[in-house]
């Protein structure tokens, strides 16, 4: 065996572990929540803060890591922000005030940018066959991270001092870093890609406005001041990115290939499954953690709210395989709306019989196979409309919408239980975990209607997102670099 088939061989482990750590790290802040405030002294709406700030670095950094990640330093920008995520893995761990805390987690943020390289670089330097795996594994790692992340930190929060996970990420941060620098080939030879620095800004500045009007909506307030300023702000200043990047030639994002149905289908979709996958994941680790002296929950402990995520993660992965499977025969896009109507029953299971565990366990199961079917295909299908010299920044686009629809989910998923939640209560009737599922039925129907009407423009006869991809072989000449495995 050639050094160079080694090489290809140990690629996609290393880029999916990689995805597995930025999923793994993302979801360190929530469990350590009540532990963090507890700790410092502060309110949990400010220990909130080692959450949202993560959130806001990902979103604003996602975009900008993804049009660097389109060059030919591509290597050099994955090694760096994984870098970034070691240090501010090993800066959260190290004692100190809370400042130095909220800083090491939006360091750990640019580790958010992470997954749109990863599916890049397998992309360009792994067979067709591995590729359309690989590219599959790496689109569930969010779900299947954050399954294995909860009931992670859930385990060293209650046994151990919680510094311990971020000192874990740091120490499987520099395992990831070492691997990639051995193992990711050079992209040396893509031509330089100019670099949108006002776009970036406005792009930056709009989605930061946006996502901390969601995050601190319950905290700040639905109505306050504070909070409409700082949303219309945002909104008004993607409104002026979205006119520049529509007018400039090399734009930070190019929003001129949301005219590409294929394109459109896999954002909206994306979007819209983040909102519903957070609204469930919320719900259920709240309502799984509620004491039974509420008359109703089931009095678990974190750890044991933590398991019950790890079906998702199992089911996730696994409908990965049978997504692949079935792409021989399917194109991709028919998948979505599957998935969608996969997770709807979950949440109808949810809302109508969850008051034993082992009912939740099956809820979540279901809800994998959903994420499994939807996300797996949204990178080939935005791969098989875009040009190689887009592909990061195209695939960094439906992150950040992933990431704004994790976002609305878990702020939807507070918002119904807090309007449930009598005056002078700690806690929220039962009625309100039904109200919520119910409401996250209804976005899983718009999902998988939307994602069938937007293929309805699909034009008869054209490729499926493999094909395409070999057809890329011929389209050098129209501004599409070939797909060659193995010439890397």
């Known amino acids: 065996m050639t050094s160079l088939s080694r090489r290809t061989r140990a690629l996609t482990p290393v880029l999916v572990a990689v995805g597995l750590l930025v999923a793994v790290v993302s979801s360190l802040g929530a469990p350590l929540v009540p532990t963090i405030a507890a700790e410092y002294g502060v309110t949990p709406g400010t220990a909130q803060w080692t959450l949202t700030v993560t959130l806001l ?113 740091a120490l499987v941060g520099a395992v990831a870093l070492a691997a990639v620098a051995v193992v990711v080939p050079s992209s040396r030879e893509r031509p330089a890609q100019p670099f949108d620095a006002v776009g970036a800004l406005l792009l930056g500045g709009g989605l930061a406005g946006l996502v901390l009007a969601v995050s601190e909506g319950v905290v700040w307030g639905w109505t306050s001041p504070l909070l409409l300023g700082t949303g219309a702000g945002g909104l008004v200043l993607l409104a002026v990115c979205g006119w520049h990047e529509l007018r400039t030639a090399d734009p930070i994002v190019d929003l001129r290939l949301m005219r590409h149905r294929t394109v459109l289908t896999a954002n909206v979709t994306g979007a819209l499954a983040g909102v519903v996958m957070y609204v469930l994941m919320s719900m259920v680790i709240r309502f799984v953690q509620t004491p039974t002296s509420a008359g109703y929950g089931l009095g678990a402990s974190v ?14 992965f696994s409908a990965t395989r049978v997504v692949t499977w079935l792409g021989r025969w399917l194109h991709p896009a028919r998948m979505l709306p599957v998935g969608a109507l996969l997770f709807a029953v979950a949440l109808l299971v949810f809302a109508t019989a969850r008051h034993q565990l082992w009912v939740v366990f099956v809820v979540m199961g279901i809800a994998g196979l959903g994420m499994g079917c939807t996300f797996s295909v949204l990178p080939r299908l935005i791969m098989s409309a875009v040009p190689v010299s ?47 599922a ?36 011929g389209a050098a000449d129209a501004g599409v670099l070939a797909y060659e495995p193995g010439r890397h």
């Open 57 to 169: 670095v990902g979103a604003v950094a996602t975009p900008v890591v993804g049009r660097l990640g389109d060059g030919p330093r591509r290597r050099t920008v994955l090694l760096v922000s994984i870098g970034v995520l070691v240090a501010g893995s090993v800066l959260a761990a190290v004692p100190g005030p809370f400042g130095t805390l909220v800083a090491g987690r939006a360091l750990q943020g640019v580790g958010l940018a992470l997954l749109p390289l990863a599916m890049s670089v397998a992309r360009d330097h792994l067979p067709t066959d591995t590729a359309r795996s690989t590219l599959a594994a790496l689109s569930v790692t969010a779900v299947v991270g954050v399954g294995l992340g909860y009931p992670l930190t859930g385990v060293i929060a209650e046994h151990v001092d919680y510094r311990a996970a971020f000192w874990l990420a």
């Open 303 to 316: 750890v044991v709210s933590g398991l019950v995520l790890l079906p998702m993660s199992a089911a996730s």
């Open 390 to 436: 887009a592909t990061s920044s195209a695939l960094a686009l439906n992150q950040v919408l992933r990431t704004v629809g994790f976002t609305l989910g878990s702020a939807l998923s507070v918002t119904v239980l807090a309007a449930h939640t009598p005056a002078g209560a700690s806690l929220p009737t039962d009625r309100g975990y039904t109200v919520g």
């Open 438 to 473: 119910l409401a996250a039925v209804a976005l899983c129907v718009l999902t998988a209607v939307v994602s069938g009407v937007l293929q309805l423009g699909r034009r008869p006869g054209a490729l499926d997102p493999d094909q395409e991809l070999a057809a890329e072989e």
